[in-house]
């Protein structure tokens, strides 16, 4: 209930920003329009603007803005229109576009980069630590990279390398560098010394990572333990040295599920030859989590690619015509399948009035289906030792809500229409289209993964088109065969 509370407080709060500023921005917008009627208006990013323009409005907005957390700027950016979009971004001090371009989602950041100059873009990067730069890198010219790159030490060209050499969903393209190794003959005395050299403990440090002289891991050493045990004490007789060891080269979903199983904060990457290479904190693995959540709905529908709900009219339609053609087509093969059956129907007109219900139920049980093996597929459940099993729960299901409902529907229509035949009809309709929907809704995602395909993109799309197809295929046939 408290977390439920937080999430709460933290959505009003950033909303209440989201107002503070359109109110802001009003005033600003209403000065320069008024000013713009008497001077030229004032070009540039990051800089102040004109005599012409209500200083104080501007003022009042830029100071919002200082106060507030990258990622509250970065949500606000992406609730306004494009416009007032630029307008915000224009006055968010320079030192910070770096920090909010890595918060902002891909199809926002795509349109303010747009407005940055090569000298702007180059600034933003070289504030960003190497394994932040690599997830920017794809979305910045290749000649800013370039200046970025010579700007780099040795050390931090070859981190960016490696941070870039991973493929999206790897546990390496989620890792830091940010990490603190200690050897396991030292005190703790002189891994207290070493901490207090620090400026600041990098973000999430509830552990110290144990190394050989050859960098290979050998444990974790809890914060924790630094402070309640005595000076004297020896990081290796201390330390853990079974504990969770996450590989460049693993599923990003792996490591998301060891976190979220152990409630780790904090995780070391290990090399095939036992190196400590890096590290992978709870506050990335949520971001993976949400941004595979948020793409998984978005291949549910059809949708190609995150979608700036404040892009052009064009940019969104073509977003957006892939499925809806292949839900055209699909319509139309049902149209066809439908159009065989023309005479039955001519002679049964209650057949049309029905058909609906049969397909419409038989879709949703098959979707139900699906949802349920996507999520255990994601979580590793689901297994070659088990999916026939599943399988066969599956259709016991879609029979016993086959004849559950089916026999629901076949009374319906018998109240309706008065006949015994149509009212079986419906129910045999019903029963085996829903056993069509278990299989297809267990089929489909197991047969996308095994392709080395993401089980979501397209399920759903398949999935309507057969329970359709079939349904309106089974009950004319059924209708055809006891009724004509």
């Avoid at 009003?26 to 323009?53: F, K, V």
């Avoid at 144990?210 to 290979?216: A, G, I, L």
């Avoid at 559950?404 to 289209?433: C, D, E, K, P």
């Amino acid at each position: 209930m408290a977390d439920s509370n937080q999430e709460t407080h933290y959505t009003e709060n950033v909303q209440n920003h989201l107002k503070q500023v359109e109110a802001l921005l009003d005033n600003c917008i209403l000065a320069e329009e008024m000013a713009a009627m008497r001077e030229p208006p004032h070009e540039g990013r990051h800089t102040p603007p004109g005599t012409s323009l209500n200083k104080q409005h501007f003022a009042d907005l830029r100071h919002k803005l200082d106060s507030l957390h990258p990622a509250d700027i970065a949500y606000i950016l992406e609730a306004l229109p494009i416009e007032q979009r630029l307008l915000v971004w224009d006055m968010v001090k320079s030192e910070r576009d770096g920090e909010i371009l890595i918060e902002v989602s891909d199809a926002v950041r795509d349109s303010l980069i747009a407005t940055m100059s090569r000298d702007e873009l180059r600034e933003a990067a070289e504030q960003l630590d190497t394994d932040e730069l690599a997830d920017l890198a794809p979305d910045l010219p290749q000649n800013v990279m370039r200046d970025v790159f010579k700007s780099l030490s040795i050390e931090e060209r070859e981190q960016l390398r490696a941070a870039m050499s991973y493929s999206e969903d790897s546990v390496g393209a989620l890792m830091d560098f940010n990490m603190i190794p200690v050897r396991e003959d030292v005190t703790l005395e002189a891994v207290s010394r070493y901490l207090r050299r620090f400026d600041e403990l990098p973000d999430h440090t509830d552990q110290v990572f144990v190394t050989d002289r050859e960098d290979r891991f050998k444990g974790v050493l809890p914060i924790n333990l630094i402070v309640v045990n005595e000076p004297e004490m020896v990081v290796g007789d201390l330390m853990l040295p079974d504990t969770i060891q996450l590989h460049p080269e693993e599923k990003a979903e792996q490591a998301a599920q060891a976190f979220e199983r152990y409630d780790l904060v904090s995780a070391p990457v290990v090399d095939e030859d036992g190196k400590l290479v890096g590290r992978v904190t709870v506050n990335v693995v949520l971001d993976f989590v949400r941004t595979q959540s948020e793409s998984d709905m978005l291949s549910q529908v059809g949708l190609r690619e995150e979608e700036d709900i404040f892009a052009s009219v064009w940019k969104s339609a073509q977003n957006r015509w892939a499925w809806l053609a292949l839900n055209l087509c699909t319509a139309f093969f049902a149209s066809r399948v439908i159009g065989g059956f023309e005479g039955t129907i001519e002679k049964y007109v209650a057949l049309a009035t029905l058909m609906p219900i049969v397909t419409g139920i038989a879709g949703n049980s098959a979707n139900q289906t699906t949802t349920i093996v996507i999520r255990s597929l994601a979580l590793g459940q689901i297994t070659q030792g088990n999916a026939r099993r599943l399988m066969h729960k599956e259709l016991a299901i879609g029979g016993f809500n086959g004849l559950l409902w089916g026999g629901i529907a076949g009374l319906f229509a018998y109240f309706l229409y008065r006949s015994v035949a149509l009212g079986i009809v419906m129910t045999g309709a019903m029963l085996l289209n829903l056993l069509v929907g278990a299989t297809v809704g267990m089929t489909i995602p197991l047969v996308m993964q095994k392709l080395g395909r993401d089980p979501a993109i397209g399920s759903s799309v398949m999935i309507t088109a057969i329970t359709d197809s079939g349904g309106f295929f089974i009950f004319l046939g059924l209708a055809t065969i006891f009724l004509v």
